[in-house]
């Protein structure tokens, strides 16, 4: 099965309302990346967490080592914040494991 | 900050050909990497270089070679263009540590007629 795994795998939300996006680990993970594709498909960072929680304006990431997920909460939705969210496991010495992606339309 | 450049931005080839995609980084990163994107899907390591002089294969090696001809650049070539090949191509660079945040460049989209 998969190691990294996103749900969901597509969402629609209304502008200006709340989601989160949710990435499960089946292996030990201690470091995780969040990424944004746009619809250009270039691959914007977002966050790079170790256990723990980091903010970013709208955008909110927590990392639960514990219980391996990692969750990405994006607040008053835009319409910009359209695109493909990646997580990626990024533990195994260089080899950075992604999910497979949720894609996200926000509809005006 | 940096930036990572990709050449070229599209690569049309022959099936059978070789092709070479370049990725440059002024990051000054001694780690490199190359990832395959298929359409709607996640990415998939196919070669990194940890420092200058070190070439490593990733998942997805079979049909590459790789060279890190300087500490900026690393190039990624198709050994023998196949149909089912045509993807998105991302070079990405980061600090020394198997755990480190990489950075993406935008991408070679590879079409194989």
């Known amino acids: 099965g998969d190691q990294v795994k996103q749900s969901p795998s597509a969402l629609s939300l209304q502008e200006g309302t709340n989601s989160a996006l949710r990435c499960n680990f089946s292996?030990?993970?201690?470091?995780v990346q969040w990424f944004l594709q746009n619809p250009r498909g270039s691959l914007m960072n977002l966050f790079y967490?170790?256990?723990g929680t980091k903010e970013n304006g709208r955008l909110k990431s927590t990392f639960n080592s514990k219980e391996s997920y990692s969750t990405l909460h994006i607040r008053d939705a835009q319409l910009e914040d359209s695109g493909t969210y990646f997580c990626?496991?990024?533990?195994?010495?260089?080899?950075?494991?992604f999910g497979k992606g949720t894609h996200l339309h926000v509809l005006p | 900050g940096g930036i990572i450049t990709q050449t070229p931005k599209f690569l049309i080839g022959q099936e059978g050909q070789k092709l070479t995609l370049k990725c440059q980084q002024n990051f000054n990163h001694d780690t490199m990497y190359w990832y395959r994107q298929d359409s709607g899907k996640g990415l998939r390591l196919i070669y990194y270089?940890?420092?200058?002089?070190?070439?490593q294969k990733g998942d997805l090696s079979e049909g590459y070679d790789a060279s890190r001809e300087k500490k900026s650049s690393f190039s990624l070539t198709v050994t023998s263009a196949q149909k089912n090949e045509m993807a998105v191509f991302l070079c990405?660079?980061?600090?020394?540590?198997?755990?480190?945040?990489?950075?993406f460049g935008p991408g070679t989209r590879l079409t194989v007629l």
């Open positions: 990405a660079s980061s600090r020394l540590g198997g755990d480190a945040e990489q950075f």
């Open positions: 990626a496991d990024d533990t195994n010495a260089y080899k950075v494991i």
């Open positions: 292996i030990a993970t201690t470091t």
């Open positions: 967490l170790v256990p």
């Open positions: 270089s940890i420092t200058e002089n070190d070439l």
